[in-house]
């Protein structure tokens, strides 16, 4: 032992002798013989570092190790206190450990501290234990400090805990760039002091490109960074600049042959490339090339930079950043998967909505549109018999492709239902049923998730007609439309809101109102619509406000409603609707009431011709009477209460006759000595489509010839 008397002895003792044998009955040379044995081989041929320190914390022996423990050198060190000999160590919590364990007796074991950084070791980590020491007549001389080098330990330890924190942290949602920037902090610092995270250009939007155009057509942008150098706001490279490999790069080797590399300080990287722009302004001497490879594909890479005053990477090190990475790439590879089916059921989505939306005469619309997810909320607009409209808005439970494919399904069968001139609430008991039955035989095939059913699609079908200036609603549990008369505060319709499609009993009511010409009605998904009671203050107050002033390009108005009704970051698309309606007057609509008696035909015939000589129509008179003189006929041969003959001019002549019969005629093609069965096959020839609708008795007709230019 080396002490401040140069003396190669020592008279302490530690308070307890340990592994030596202290029986009361062993001789007392022996003893002392022992005890100078193990005291000497502590201190000549310990390998671990042993410091004797007295009360005042000055050093006063140290041992063979400590004296050539580069770490905390020694020279002129005796007799000092730690601050001046110990600068490598945070003297202020050591200090503290010591003066407690000269106060309290109890020993402290395997402390870690950071150890002094010195060329061939920039960083380390130091275990310090401490026990008192008492001379032969009991008292309290000192400590005594020993110090191993834990920095390899305390490296596993990090190497594990980087490795428990990035499983529980990468991978936390389905966002490409989120998740790499999620790799960047995690690593940062305790693997690394900067870390750039790059991904091929094509895997942002959901491909996985073949490495065969590698080079500079094949692109790497940047989608995560984080340096300790970045403090002062200075990056070396931004998130989204783009970086081309190079054919030269080391960083080519890395994404081709799918393996990391150690990049010494020599090796160098592509002018222009920004690996070398990072390595300069991190001042890094040691660099690892990780490729993010999952699922037989290559999505990008990571690259780690240590600077000065750091230990250079290891191949411990490299194992972990490939441990990462592995994990990484596979969280990327599922945002990627996400991102492509996000992506086409995107595209599917905007394909099956309506492209165009054409012009009526009975409302002016005009829609907005906020996507959020890959729901499949829709609208449409349905132009329906006797001038009328049908406004439709939905929304299906499932999302991503298999939503877009129930929107589609679900739009296309309302659309042939409303050609039917079915009432809101017998469509959507059909509807109902049709979902039903399709969901009931997709779940008899096992391969059939539960998320692909189409029960639970809310839907609300709004019949509005321009003539009668009547609104008729019915709702599948989807919110009532919001009504906003002429000088009227807006307020919810009052709809019966029967179950969803697909779920309960299948049993829906209309709401009937009137609605004057230019009011707005407002129809939008639950997203937009979060409280639609009745009694629904705040809710109703946001609307009015929205809506102010009324007399708006409607598309301003949907620009105003989305801005207050959607939320910040809404859940779901924002579906919105927003009809004004306008009216048919009664110069554009004519009609009798006839008795149901042949003369009944003729009679029909002459209020024909001069309503049309007096809307100017008298090149539709021929035509016209025609299809008159058919259906009229066909309504006196099969029925027996009046009939009532109906022209409306709008964007085509409608002619409509309505009898108490409730039996529809059918389109049959006569032979050629049939006498009758030939009224239907004419008018199907001279007009432009033609149906039947049901009324609440009986039946009515319709005929539309084009007017012309």
Known sequence: MRTGSG??????????????????????????????????????????PLYVLDGSLRLVGFNDAAGDFDVLPLGGALGQPLRHWAAGLHQEPVEAMLREVLATGE??????????????????VLALSAFRLRDADGGLPGVALSVVDATERHRAQVRLSVLREANARIGTSLDTVRTAQELADIGVPDLADTIVVDVLDAVLRGDVPSLESLG??????????????????????????????GLTSRYKEVLTEGRPVLITEHDTVPAGNSGREVAQANGAHSRMAVPLAARGGVLGLARFYRGRGTAPFTEDDLRLATELTRHTALCLDNARLYTRERSVARILQLSLRPAHVPGHSAVVTAHSYRPSSTSGDWFDIIPLSGARVGLVIGEPPTRGIRAAVTMGGLRAAI????????????????????????DAEESRHPDESLDSLRAGTSCLYAVYDPVARRCTVASAGHPPPAVARPDEPVMF???????????????????????????????????????????????????????QPRDRPLPDICDALLHDLAPHRP????????ARTLALGADKVASWSLPNEPQAVSLARERT??????????????????????????????????????????????????????????????????????????????TERWGTRREHRGKTIWAELPIPE
């Open 493 to 547: 319709a009052q709809v019966p809101v029967g179950p969803a499609l697909g779920r309960g009993a299948p049993r829906y009511r209309a709401g009937h109102f009137d609605v004057p010409e230019g009011t707005l009605m407002v129809l939008c998904n639950p997203v937009l619509l979060r409280d639609a009671n009745p009694d629904s203050g705040d809710q109703l107050t946001r609307l009015n406000r929205a809506l």
């Open 571 to 578: 859940a779901d698309d924002g579906v919105l609707l927003v």
């Open 7 to 48: 003396r190669d002895d020592t008279t302490w003792l530690a308070a307890q002798s340990g592994g030596v044998d202290s029986s009361h009955d062993r001789a007392p040379d022996r003893g002392r013989d022992l005890d100078r044995a193990v005291l000497d081989a502590l201190f000549a041929e310990s390998p671990h």
């Open 107 to 124: 020993p402290r074991r395997d402390v870690e501290v950071a150890g002094g950084a010195t060329p061939d070791a920039p960083d380390r």
């Open 415 to 438: 659309g042939a239902l409303a050609s039917l001139d079915l009432p809101p609430e017998e469509l959507l008991e059909r509807l109902h049923d049709l979902v039903s039955r399709l």
């Open 216 to 245: 500079r057509d094949l692109l790497l942008r940047c989608a995560g960074y984080r340096s300790v150098r970045a403090a002062n706001g200075h990056r070396a490279v931004e998130v989204g600049c783009v970086m081309e490999p």
């Open 609 to 686: 011709e001069e309503r049309l000589r007096h809307w100017g129509l008298a090149d539709l008179a021929f035509a016209a009477t025609l299809v008159v003189s058919e259906l009229v006929t066909n309504a006196v041969r099969y029925s027996e209460g009046p009939i009532r003959l109906r022209l409306v001019r709008d964007q085509a002549l409608i002619i409509e006759v309505t009898d108490d019969s409730s039996t529809a005629p059918q389109l049959r093609q006569a032979e050629d000595d049939d006498e009758h069965g030939r009224g239907l096959t004419i008018t199907s020839q001279l």
